[in-house]
């Protein structure tokens, strides 16, 4: 996944000019990979999502068991960190009993935090899910003027894209 600019420029300020539209952004990511696989200055070139829309996929029921299993297998996770971190300063063999119990103990927190987490909501949420952003339309534009080198290369490779 591409790290986000938080401030990114704004096309009020640069010379945008259009190469090729996709309607993945699978395909504009394999544009520009062919562009730069040609020697290409890539620095030059932006892929901008229009049309953006949140998508989100409902992947089971949420129970509270669910929600508790959930909450157990984090809680263990940070519990063996917290017992490996206390286990490095430990000498002998005690290490080992820190290290589990603090697996246990994190499991154990985590489990009741995650019951009582989803018993709080209600019922307003019995669902889990993913949420994603996506476009219907990638467009890949070119700045300071290498729009006409990014489309001739394009075309000679087949990766025009769509209008």
């Not at 993913?130 to 290498?146: E, F, I, M, N, Q």
């Amino acid at each position: 996944m591409p790290e986000i600019e938080p401030n990114p420029p704004s096309p009020a300020h640069l010379a945008w000019n259009k190469v090729a539209g996709y309607d993945s952004y699978e395909e504009a990511q394999a544009a520009v990979d062919r562009l730069s696989d040609k020697g290409f200055p890539v620095e030059h070139l932006d892929i901008i999502g229009t049309d953006l829309r949140l998508v989100e996929h409902v992947t089971g029921r949420l129970t509270k068991g669910r929600a508790a299993a959930a909450g157990a297998a984090g809680g263990a996770w940070f519990g063996l960190l917290i017992g490996l971190l206390v286990g490095l300063f430990t000498p002998g063999p005690a290490w080992l009993g820190l290290v589990l119990g603090g697996l246990l103990f994190g499991a154990l927190w985590g489990a009741a935090l995650g019951w009582a987490g989803h018993a709080a909501t209600g019922g307003r949420r019995d669902f889990s899910s993913t949420r994603a952003l996506a476009a219907s339309r990638y467009d890949l534009v070119a700045r300071d003027g290498h729009a006409e080198q990014a489309r001739t290369i394009l075309h000679s490779e087949g990766l025009t894209g769509i209008a």
